[in-house]
């Protein structure tokens, strides 16, 4: 799912692990024009993992949020 928040774009995924929970991941980018033109980017990694894919989603857009208010002004 991809998201704006601000100037940032945010895209959250649910990748399907061995064990067949879902782990949340979010990808995180500023600067100008479409998504392919960003200029800053931050990957957040695994995050949490859940039973339900969105769980996972909506874990990864608020730690996402999170991270651009602390961490970008």
Known sequence: MQYEYGTF?????AHRA??????????ISRGPGN???RVE????????SFADE??????AKA???????ENWD
């Open 9 to 13: 774009h945010i895209d959250c995924r």
């Open 18 to 27: 061995n064990d067949g929970r879902y782990v949340a991941r979010a990808r």
């Open 35 to 37: 998504a392919e033109d």
């Open 41 to 48: 980017t931050h990957d957040s990694g695994d995050i949490d």
């Open 54 to 59: 969105a769980d996972a989603i909506s874990c």
């Open 63 to 69: 730690w996402a949020i999170k991270w651009c208010d």
